[in-house]
């Protein structure tokens, strides 16, 4: 099946510090993968779509230039959290659909997730 | 905004059980997905079914829509005690299919 690979798996960073994170699909192309975040206990939380060769759509409340999104390819999403604060420590998880276009039936596919520790 | 409300949040079971999640939600769908997350983990998909459909296996799983409740449910036969874990269901709403909207979660223990 499909697989969706994040680097790296555990960050810790201090406060102020930018931290970048990769999700890659690795057998497939994605023109489109979601970036979540999980808080402990939590669901998860849709942050933004990402979007191949054009700007990313965020969720109400998610600050663009807080977490920034680059699609720069068909197998590469980033997420970077500039200025991590504590309050940014979480679980961060990127998921790309492999679509089904004939039916509009497509299943998500998710990366293995990211935990962020900001001192 | 979390669409999928599950239900119970927390579930334990012996093994050999079978265990029951529902999951409800608000607007129109395409379809809905469950999913199961281990500890720490990322997810996992574990079945898709569609908003014209009302039952759907696969294996030790079955999950049941009714759109016009907006619920579904999946039903996990024989537990295991590898099935500990957290479960999600995911609603992909209509005509945005690709964008999905998790709800809360059952936290699933099975007791060996």
């Known amino acids: 099946g499909a697989v969706v690979s994040q680097h790296p798996s555990w960050v810790i960073c201090k406060s102020g510090t930018s931290v970048k994170i990769e999700c890659r699909s690795l057998d497939f192309q994605a023109t489109t993968m979601f970036w979540y975040r999980q808080f402990p206990k939590q669901s998860l939380m849709l942050m933004a779509t990402s979007n191949e060769g054009s700007k990313a759509t965020y969720e109400q409340g998610v600050e663009k230039d807080k977490f920034l999104i680059n699609h720069a390819s068909l197998t590469l999403s980033t997420l970077t959290v500039t200025s991590a604060h504590p309050e940014d420590s979480s679980f961060y998880i990127c998921?790309?659909?492999?679509?089904?276009?004939?039916?509009?039936?497509?299943?998500?596919?998710f990366g293995p997730g990211t935990r962020l520790l900001v001192l | 905004s979390q669409q999928g409300e599950e239900d119970p949040q927390a579930l334990s079971i012996q093994e050999g059980e079978n265990a029951t999640m529902n999951c409800s939600y608000k607007t129109s769908i395409n379809n809905l997905q469950w999913y199961r997350q281990n500890s720490g983990r990322g997810l996992v998909h574990l079945i898709l079914?569609?908003?014209?459909?009302r039952e759907k296996h696969s294996g030790r799983l079955r999950v049941t829509l009714d759109t016009s409740k907006k619920s579904s449910s999946l039903l996990i036969t024989a537990s295991r005690a590898a099935d500990t874990a957290s479960y999600f269901c995911a609603t992909a709403p209509s005509g945005g299919y690709q964008k999905v909207t998790f709800g809360i979660g059952t936290k699933l223990q099975v007791i060996p």
């Open positions: 998921s790309a659909p492999l679509d089904r276009t004939v039916s509009r039936q497509e299943t998500q596919y």
């Open positions: 079914i569609r908003s014209n459909e």
